[in-house]
């Protein structure tokens, strides 16, 4: 089986930082993309930041110059600093990647249980 956990959210003012992680675990033998969407209620999930197969980065417009996305390939991890916070940004941030499982050949796209940012005063 393959898991994603992610750890780092909370409440942090207009302004603040964050940075949030997001650890890949099993039988993994290649992860082909990796990334961030979140979530705000009554809003539908969206691509915040991810790496694409070949590396690259994809950032939403409205988090470009603010956030960043990082990884640690021999962790199987991935990460999300997030600079200048707006209440905006306040949602349910969630990891995901496809994965190509050892012993298979096709991927599969797996999530994590999300983490909560919520950014007010």
């Known amino acids: 089986q393959v898991q994603l956990v992610e750890s780092g959210g909370g409440l942090v003012q207009p302004g603040g930082s964050l940075r949030l992680s997001c650890a890949a675990s099993?039988?993994?033998?290649?992860?082909?993309?990796i990334g961030w969407y979140r979530q705000a209620p009554g809003k539908q999930r969206e691509l915040v930041a991810s790496?694409?197969?070949?590396?690259?980065?994809n950032y939403a417009d409205s988090v470009k110059g603010r956030f960043t996305i990082s990884r640690d390939n021999a962790e199987n991890s991935v990460f999300l600093q997030m600079n200048g916070l707006k209440p905006e940004d306040t949602a349910a941030y969630y990891c995901?990647?496809?994965?190509?499982?050892?012993?298979?050949?096709?991927?599969?796209?797996?999530w994590g249980q999300g983490t909560q940012v919520t950014v007010s005063s």
């Open positions: 099993g039988s993994i033998f290649r992860i082909n993309t």
């Open positions: 790496f694409t197969y070949s590396g690259s980065t």
């Open positions: 995901y990647a496809d994965i190509i499982r050892s012993g298979t050949i096709f991927s599969s796209p797996y």
